[in-house]
């Protein structure tokens, strides 16, 4: 594959490996995609979108920690019919199987930091080929590109058609943080947060309903390891001094779609839809939910 070598030969930094270069270019490259189903194709006009051509969407969500960037993520990729991929959950996947890496990545995800570039990139490799070979194609990242040197690898070896970066203010983000509860049997996400903010000085109000569980979920909430106030802290910290940047990376390209989020689900989803330039589609709409 001559992009690759050619990447290869040009690509200076130490900090990834070769071979976790090549693995993620293997594993994003494909010679026949299928055809972008054409309910889609036909939103030429997605903002700072570019036409995709002949394959599925290739979009990314960035935002701070708790901002929401799973809900819609994965809402978007029932609707656009491609994966959603967190590099969160390929780390948390990796932390419960007691594999080798497992104590080193419990270090460092419990105190709010970064795991390396050169293993999230070989996790996100290894969740990519696995896609390829089940016939997927498209992605929604959620939580990757988190460094600018993995949105450089990332542009080494793809093309991203869109980057939504999602955002909140930082009280509500730790709010939701610590009111995050997720079910231990059926995976569900749940907060039970409930957020109310006058607006003042000029500034909106904010109201976000919590998102309760149903009965048969409420006994077995578990909250995430690094969802203490200590950690979410960390982590909003990290995100502005080594993800920031990343939302620059993308907004001097032209790609980044900034998008406020006004409220809980019911007020953000239509109005994100809206900016996405997918709100006619009314039954797909309910068909994510
Ligand atoms: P998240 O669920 O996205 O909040 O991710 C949970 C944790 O996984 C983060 O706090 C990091 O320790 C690690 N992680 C996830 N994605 C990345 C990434 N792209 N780069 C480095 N570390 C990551």
Not at 30 to 44: C, D, F, L, N, Y
Not at 162 to 175: A, G, Q, S
């Amino acid at each position: 594959m001559a992009a690759l070598n050619r990447l290869l030969r040009a690509r200076g930094s130490p900090l990834c490996s070769e071979t976790c270069v090549r693995s993620l270019c293997s594993a994003v490259f494909s010679e026949s995609q299928p055809r972008v189903p054409p309910s889609i194709s036909r939103h030429k006009s997605l903002p700072l979108c570019r036409d995709v051509g002949d394959r599925n969407v290739q979009w990314v969500f960035l935002g701070c920690p708790g901002v929401g960037k799973g809900t819609y993520a994965s809402r978007l990729s029932n609707l656009l019919g491609v994966p959603h991929i967190a590099t969160g959950d390929l780390v948390r996947e990796e932390l419960s199987s007691s594999g080798p890496l497992s104590r080193q990545l419990a270090e460092i995800v419990n105190q709010g930091k970064l795991v390396s570039d050169e293993i999230i990139i070989r996790l996100l490799s290894q969740r990519l080929e696995a896609g390829e070979a089940k016939g997927e194609s498209g992605f929604i990242l959620d939580g990757f590109p988190r460094t600018i040197r993995q949105a450089e690898i990332l542009e080494e070896v793809t093309d991203i058609d869109l980057v939504i970066n999602l955002r909140l203010r930082e009280d509500v983000l730790l709010e939701k943080c610590l009111g995050r509860r997720i079910c231990s049997q059926c995976g569900g996400n749940f907060n039970v947060a409930s957020i109310n903010i006058k607006g003042e000085n000029g500034n909106p109000g904010i109201y976000m309903a919590p998102l309760l569980p149903p009965p048969s979920c409420a006994s077995k909430l578990i909250t995430r390891s690094d969802d203490t106030e200590e950690v979410v802290k960390e982590r909003l910290r990290v995100y502005n001094e080594m993800s920031q940047p990343v939302e620059k990376f993308y907004r001097n390209r032209g790609k980044l779609l900034e998008f406020d989020l006004p409220g809980g689900i019911p007020e953000s989803w239509p109005k994100l839809l809206q900016a996405l330039n997918l709100d006619d589609h009314d039954e797909k709409q309910s068909a994510a939910a």
